[in-house]
């Protein structure tokens, strides 16, 4: 046991002794022969429990006084009171001075103190406990304090670990410079928001930022999307339209999703970056415009040009530099401030939610996971979580619960339930997967019922039935 005693007691021997019963202990014991001394010493420095005799000899104040006064300062120390006489009314005077317990001190209090030996190193280790929970809530808050801050900085790019901050570098290098980017990753990990962001911190920011995916518009119609169309230049175009390319005259286009378009079309992308020309469809007048383009793809561009899908003069171009995003799998580091941020913006966005912190255990379950979505997929694991979580602060099990079924490796291998079982009649496969259900509730839940129930979305009285069933008690 360590922890710090202070021993407050007239009589030398009575302080000689408790030094000794208690340094042998392992815990540093200070001892003092007035209660004013003790009072002194308490104010600068940290204590965990106070022994105080109650009769601090003549012209003195009283333990009791002492107590009164410590508690009105400290009144978290645990002080237990040394009463010479041991009456009632002592003791009644004792805990009302605010003392959590009292020993009689007699002729043989050597024999006394051994068997209050256990009482005060149990009121010690509670002590201890507290401080050490308060400690853990301190650094708790503290941590959730920084990464809350972090996470406001960066133009909302969140992310702690090397490899987020050799993007953020590169981000804010390239930025400036009148180049194309092409930002690499997969799916949901932020290739968009590292576009914004580099116009953002561009000389162009106050200009538009025009996005279009290509992907999502079929190359018949990209074209015009992206140069514009005379009227009438096919049916249905009743008016001219301009552009993105026009749009972004000025600024930047981010062409997400460039991975599919035809090798024609690539051709064309590749006139407009080298000329900043082109012509609108069935327009004969070229057009002039300066426009920074950053394209994305969750595509391999090296696969795509070695399988000759991909034009390799367009990748010189587009990537004059690259921004390579990592899965969230490759910096689970970056979870935790991830997570943070997204709970602080979606309680500035949605009214109402109760939940203000994370846990430890809940960073720590959201840690275990491999977010095959990445950072989109925490972002809704996290919302998830907390808009159905009860608390002021995030528990592991609200995570638990957040997290997708097949988060859990302890998963029931596709095997068992479907092939090896797979000639037994329905209802005892059912029963054999409802029993795994149960059973995995209870683990996660660290065997309380009320929480599996819960967990299972079922009454503790069902939950109490398939408990019995299948004799889920035992191993
Ligand atoms: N580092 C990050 N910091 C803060 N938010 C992030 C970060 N990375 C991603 N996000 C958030 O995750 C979500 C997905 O990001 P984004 O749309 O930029 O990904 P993407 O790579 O373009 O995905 P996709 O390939 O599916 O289009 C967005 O809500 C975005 O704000
Ligand atoms: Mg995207």
Not at 160 to 177: C, F, G, L, Y
Not at 209 to 218: D, E, G, L, R, S
Not at 359 to 381: M, T
Request: hydrophobic share 40%; aromatic share 6%.
């Amino acid at each position: 046991m360590i922890g710090t005693i202070v021993c407050v007691d007239d009589q030398a021997e009575v302080r000689r002794l408790l030094g000794d019963v208690f340094r042998a202990r392992g815990s540093n014991v200070v001892s003092f022969d007035d209660g004013e001394d003790a009072i002194q010493w308490l104010g600068a420095n940290d204590a965990d429990l106070v022994i105080l005799d109650l009769d601090l000899g003549p012209g003195r104040r009283t333990g009791i006084e002492i107590c009164r006064a410590v508690r009105g300062r400290l009144p978290n120390l645990p002080i237990i009171i040394l009463t010479g006489h041991g009456t009632i009314d002592d003791a009644v005077a004792a805990v009302k001075a605010g003392a959590v317990d009292f020993i009689t001190k007699d002729p043989y209090l050597e024999d006394k103190l051994e068997i209050s030996v256990e009482k005060v190193e149990r009121i010690l280790q509670h002590a201890l406990d507290r401080k050490r929970l308060e400690e853990e809530n301190r650094e708790l808050r503290a941590t959730n304090e920084r990464l809350r801050k972090a996470a406001g900085r960066r133009w909302a790019i969140v992310g702690d670990s090397q490899q987020m901050r050799t993007v953020m570098t590169k981000i804010e290098k390239v930025a400036p410079v009148p180049r194309p980017v092409l930002v690499l990753g997969p799916r949901g990990t932020g290739k968009e928001l590292v576009a914004r962001a580099i116009h953002m911190l561009s000389t162009r920011a106050s200009e538009p930022f025009i996005t279009i995916n290509c992907a999502a518009v079929p190359e018949s119609l990209l074209e015009s999307e992206l140069f514009g169309h005379e009227e009438g230049a096919f049916t249905g175009a009743t008016k001219q339209k301009e552009g993105k390319f026009e749009l972004a005259d000025g600024g930047t286009l981010f062409l997400d999703e460039i991975g599919n378009m035809s090798m024609d079309f690539q051709a064309k992308i590749l006139r407009v970056l080298e000329y900043q020309r082109f012509e609108r469809v069935a327009g004969s007048e070229s057009i002039q415009v300066n426009v920074r383009v950053i394209a994305a793809t969750n595509a391999d561009l090296k696969i795509a040009m070695a399988e000759g899908k991909f034009r390799p003069d367009l990748y010189d171009r587009l990537a004059f530099e690259e921004i390579h995003l990592p899965p969230l799998a490759q910096r689970i580091e970056d979870v935790p401030i991830l997570a943070t941020y997204f709970l602080a913006r979606f309680r500035q966005e949605v009214a109402g939610i109760t939940v203000k912190e994370i846990s430890a255990e809940a960073f720590d379950r959201l840690s275990q996971y491999n977010y095959p979505g990445n950072v989109r997929e925490l972002k809704n694991v996290v919302e998830r979580a907390v808009y159905m979580a009860q608390g002021e602060v995030l528990s592991g099990l609200d995570i638990d619960t957040a997290l997708p079924p097949e988060a859990n490796g302890t998963a029931p291998a596709a095997g068992m339930m479907f092939d090896d079982d797979s000639r037994l009649p329905l209802p005892e496969r059912v029963d054999a997967f409802e029993e795994w259900l149960c059973r995995d509730a209870l683990e996660r839940t660290r065997y309380k019922q009320k929480e599996a129930a819960a967990l299972l979305g079922i009454t503790y009285d069902q939950f109490r039935q398939r408990y019995r069933k299948y004799a889920l008690g035992k191993d």
